[in-house]
């Protein structure tokens, strides 16, 4: 019973403060695998506060932790969990899509031939006119200035050097990436999960 409503009535919750749902929204719950190790990094792996609760009661996840606050239907209360934990392992894809996105966390959003992370784009190494592909292999960030310098040449007839060879990254190798960029808001409870570059805030 308890289960079916809170399932099928998350839209009625309310804060045990009496506060509208929509104040809830600054709650967000870190979802960890079954190993205890987030799903991600970057992004960060978090779920809505009703997306969390529901798993809950589906019994796909165990609360770790709960933030200070609590929600409520009309026949039960409940803590909102800050931090749940998948009851069945996820196993990650061995190597992550090549976006533009995940090409600029492997290159750790700083262009690979002068370190300026300010208007990033992408270069081939090896130009299309030449045969070059695009691969990870051979595409590397970089600014929009060191990109219209080199224009469609390679580094060596450009004169440029790459501070890193391209490779293709795991996804291990990209969340290890990840870690050295967290993200703005680490709620406390957070913290002995998540293994960041930088010392967590209280």
Partial sequence: MFKTEL?????????????????LESCPALVLNADYTPLSYYPLSLWPWQTAIKAVFLERVDIVAT???A???????????SVIALRQYVKPSQ??????????????FACQYCGSPKDL????????RQGGKTTWENIATACAPCNMKKGGRTPKEAGMHLQYTPIRPTSWQLQQQGKSFPPNFLHETWRDW?????????
């Avoid at 190597?95 to 750790?108: E, K, S, V, W």
């Avoid at 998540?194 to 209280?202: G, H, N, P, S, T």
């Fill in 121 to 128: 784009t992408y270069d081939h190494v090896t130009p299309r």
């Fill in 7 to 23: 399932i099928e009535r998350a839209a009625v919750f309310k804060s045990a403060e009496g506060d509208p749902v929509r104040s």
């Fill in 71 to 81: 929600v409520h239907s009309q026949s039960l209360d409940m803590a909102v969990p």
């Fill in 67 to 69: 933030y200070d606050r």
């Fill in 194 to 202: 998540l293994y960041w570059d930088i010392e967590l805030e209280a």
């Fill in 95 to 108: 190597f992550p899509a090549f976006t533009r996105f995940n090409l600029f966390l492997r290159d750790r």
